[in-house]
């Protein structure tokens, strides 16, 4: 199984500026990216950026770099246009690995891509954990998945579902958050540009939810192991320097 890994890089961030160049005990942010998926199975690894500083780094330590639009609305238009610059095939797996996540495990951007070439019928997959405490089934910052038994979605939400309307989370809930680690098809990529905005999406704020509203399928999967949260604020990296 072949697949390409694609990691968006932005310069710009309301929370922490120039987020990925910033130091984690002694290399670039990006760089640490970089490293976690090239030690996965993909078979290229791709830095996305829209600005020269992240390039100049990122081919520095030699990373392979496409440099996109900045005016792009979500991340997902932004693999599209790096795929489209790629001429990667309409059937070629693409993964999109967040760039402020220095500690993905390499094992879950193989999983999820192996997921996706096992499932013909989903043109998107991606991951999941169990949420165990109460406030973060509340917590609108944590998004949740429910999906069906045969492992594709239902819906994502930043609300609490499902619904535990008798009982506490801790009593027993089917409740699970969404892990932010796709595989896409090229050819659903493509289609995804073309689609207005979902009613869903833009009350939600979540840019999954417009394959969801056409008719795309979703595959859901338990991850395989833990994967530690991105970095948004300094107090996130200054926790995370501490692990290195």
């Known amino acids: 199984m072949a697949f390409v890994v694609i990691i968006p890089a932005r310069y710009a961030s309301s929370r922490l500026p120039g987020k990925p160049l910033k130091d984690i005990a002694g290399l670039p942010m990006i760089q640490r990216v970089w490293q976690q998926a090239c030690k996965s199975s993909a078979s290229r690894v791709v830095i996305a950026t829209d600005d020269g500083r992240i390039k100049s780094v990122a081919e520095a330590f030699g990373a392979e770099v496409c440099m996109t639009r900045e005016d792009h609305v979500s991340g997902t238009d932004r693999l599209q246009e790096v795929a489209s610059q790629l001429n990667l095939a309409e059937d070629q797996v693409v993964v999109n690995v967040q760039g402020d996540e220095p500690l993905i495990p390499p ?61 506490r989370l801790s009593e027993g809930c089917n409740a699970h958050r969404h892990i932010g680690i796709y595989a896409y098809r090229v050819a659903y990529l493509n289609r995804f540009v073309q689609w207005p905005v979902a009613p869903d999406e833009q009350a939600e704020s979540l840019e999954q939810l417009r394959f969801l509203w056409n008719d795309v399928s979703i595959h859901v999967d338990d991850a395989i192991t833990e994967v530690p949260g991105g970095i948004d604020t300094e107090e996130d990296l200054k926790a995370i320097s501490l692990l290195f």
């Open 107 to 167: 094992m879950v951007i193989d999983q999820v891509a192996s997921n996706l070439s096992m499932n013909e019928a989903a043109g998107v997959a991606t991951l999941r954990e169990a949420i165990t405490l109460d406030d973060d089934l509340q917590n609108p910052n944590i998004v949740k998945v429910v999906a069906s038994v045969s492992g594709l979605a239902s819906y994502f939400s930043r609300a609490p579902i499902p619904w535990v309307r008798d009982k």
